[in-house]
């Protein structure tokens, strides 16, 4: 590990005393998660040595540990962005820092809107595959792997979902640079590459957990319609209620992904 990591490592082990396979990323919006863990350990990203700190709404910027129904989950409640000025290096660290600290398994999770009229504000979709459109990747030089993510493991989340009857909806995400909301020029050509949902984050973050040999998961909580679906202009504080809204079921489904995580890949000795 490089030695930002190192410390961070260590300073992070040294507040929290046990370890956790299992760690979850929140996006805008969805970091009332960590209320539904028990004995939780807050810390606040600013406290962490070389730590990236997150500078936008909807994001506490906190590093949680605690027990779901038993497991114990590291949470990053927040992240950065490239648009708040952040480098790949910086964007990425926070996965370093979970792997440092033991993470197995990754459950990366990010506020989108929606390209298809049939996916609503409000559903949430498992990302299958995605397309970089930032123009940087944390594989170079070598090429990219065909996927970051197990089709088996989106198989049997889809199935999951299915069991506990929750709506999950499943498709591509476009990850773009930011900080504006895309045109609707910029939408159409995402269509047409069939992208089904876009964003600014999650995907190098789930590039670098596919590098270190995490299982790899991803959702998008859609929290509005992209630009030019509807005449109506974006903003943020949308993206924030819609995932205040939702936050119900994506507990559900994130604590029944967490439980048969551990079930299939059981902690290692």
């Known amino acids: 590990m490089h030695n930002s990591i190192q410390e961070a490592v260590g300073f992070l082990q040294s ?34 040595p070389g730590f990236p700190v997150s500078t936008v709404v909807g994001h506490s910027g906190e590093l949680v540990h605690g027990y779901l129904d038993g497991i114990p989950v590291y949470v990053n409640s927040g992240r950065v962005h490239f648009y708040e000025g952040y480098t ?35 559903d949430l979709m498992l990302i299958d595959a995605f397309l970089n459109m930032t123009g940087r990747s944390v594989f170079e030089p070598n090429p990219e792997p065909q996927t970051v993510f197990d089709q088996s493991l989106l198989n049997q989340v889809m199935a999951l979902a299915e069991k506990h009857n929750l709506t999950l909806k499943r498709g591509i995400y476009a990850g773009l640079n930011g900080p504006s909301y895309e045109t609707p020029a910029e939408i159409r050509f995402l269509r047409h590459k069939q992208a089904a949902a876009v964003g600014m984050s999650t995907v190098h973050e789930a590039m670098e957990g596919c590098k270190l040999g995490m299982k790899v998961l991803a959702i998008s909580c859609l929290t509005n319609y992209a630009a030019g679906i509807l005449d109506q202009p974006l903003n943020h504080e949308e993206v924030v209620e819609t995932g205040k809204q939702v936050r119900e079921n994506f507990a559900t489904l994130l604590k029944h992904i967490v439980q048969d995580i551990l079930t299939h890949f059981p902690p290692s000795i």
């Open 88 to 122: 790949l290096d910086q964007v990425i660290l926070p996965i370093q820092v979970l792997a440092g600290l033991g993470t197995r398994s990754i459950i990366l999770t990010n506020a989108a809107g929606s390209i298809r009229k049939d996916y609503l504000p409000g």
């Open 15 to 48: 507040k929290i005393k046990h370890s956790a396979e299992i760690a979850l990323v929140l996006g805008s919006g969805l970091g009332n998660f960590v209320d539904s863990l028990k004995s939780t350990t807050h810390i606040p990203f600013s406290n962490i």
